[in-house]
């Protein structure tokens, strides 16, 4: 089993495949305009689906496909049917913003995508076009329900919570979830790349979140899934409903990251707050043999030390962390 410096095995692989997107969330991607990758420095399909064949050999188990908004790019599916081939992948999901979800998740389906991941962070459409820029929530909710009538499941509605944002949305986004059968999963407010102007005052905590719901619902703590998984669920005591949070900030998982990541223009990450990738599509585009790459990424992982968040959350508790102190590859070319 191949494990990094801290006996992390590799078993989850997140792809990027554009960074572009249709919106602008303020959290993620706040700018108007950005300088884009040259579309031929984007990887193919095949050399996707070339790497992730060689990843899930090392290990990986799970892919989930990323962005920028992964559905700008023409053809999705065919990577997707590519993808679900691959014998010893047990996990094929996307993230999306849901927005071109209603007029692609029948291709999608057919190549072979079991679930997906829809950031949902309101309910109030005026709030949500505000939080967004270019969003239109009927267009997400309309690509969400539009899964579930497709049969993916499980479906998580993702909500990045901001206070003074949308802290006041929390209840409603759990009652719309428990509703219309969809998972429901809150995410902390994290410093990922260096637009965002992240602070510690836009932080609202895992154990608020909790305390809110928890007010309204009774709950019982279910743990992370395979104890690797980014989130901690619960259970509603009624039965209804799938709650999630993912607390990178104030409970960071550091030490059970099991996660890769491979940026649209073929860098290999290992840490969602990395300085820097790891060059593989020159050895994919230099003839390199499949033993000499995974040489290569074995031996990138093996090398493997990340700890940001512990060492974020040590920092912040003795008042001296600086978000900008370090610069860090934004989310645009990384993906979630």
């Known amino acids: 089993m191949l494990v990094d410096a801290r006996l992390r095995p590799i078993k989850d692989l997140r792809i990027s495949v554009t960074d572009r997107c249709n919106f602008r969330c303020t959290y993620c991607m706040p700018l108007d305009e950005y300088v884009w990758i040259d579309k031929k420095e ?6 996707i689906a070339r790497l992730a064949a060689l ?11 990323t962005g920028g908004e992964p559905l700008v790019r023409q053809n999705l ?15 094929l999901c996307l993230t999306t913003n849901g927005a071109l979800l209603a007029e692609r998740i029948e291709a999608l389906k057919a ?6 991941n829809i950031s949902v962070d309101t309910l109030d459409a005026d709030k949500f076009k505000q939080i967004t820029k270019r969003g239109d929530l009927g267009k997400v909710l309309e690509g969400a329900f539009a899964a579930k009538k497709h049969g993916l499941d499980p479906i998580k509605l993702n909500a990045v919570i901001e206070r003074g944002v949308n802290d006041d949305d929390i209840i409603p986004l759990v009652e719309f979830s428990r509703q219309n059968g969809f998972a429901i999963r809150f995410i902390e407010y994290m410093d990922v790349g260096n637009a965002n102007d992240w602070t510690t005052k836009k932080l609202v905590s895992k154990k608020e979140i909790l305390e809110t719901i928890s007010a309204r619902f009774a709950l019982k703590e279910r743990g992370r899934n395979h104890d690797t998984a980014p989130s901690v669920d619960y259970d509603f005591v009624d039965g209804i409903g799938d709650l999630g949070i993912i607390a990178s900030v104030t ?3 550091c030490s059970s990251c099991t996660r890769a990541r491979l940026t649209a223009d073929g860098k290999v990450v290992t840490c969602l707050f990395s300085q820097i990738g790891h060059d593989v599509k020159a050895l994919l585009r230099g003839g390199a043999s499949d033993e000499a790459i995974v040489e290569f990424l074995s031996a990138m992982w093996r090398g493997r030390t990340d700890r940001y968040s512990e060492e974020r959350w040590q920092a912040l508790r003795t008042a001296n962390y600086d978000p900008k102190s370090r610069k860090k590859i934004e989310m645009i070319s990384l993906g979630g």
């Open 42 to 47: 984007i990887l193919t399909f095949e050399e």
């Open 55 to 65: 990843f899930v050999g090392l290990g990986v188990e799970k892919i989930r496909l």
């Open 77 to 91: 599916d065919r990577l997707v049917a590519r993808l679900s081939a691959i014998d010893g992948l047990n996990d």
């Open 111 to 116: 190549a072979g995508l079991k679930r997906v």
């Open 251 to 253: 409970e960071p998982f």
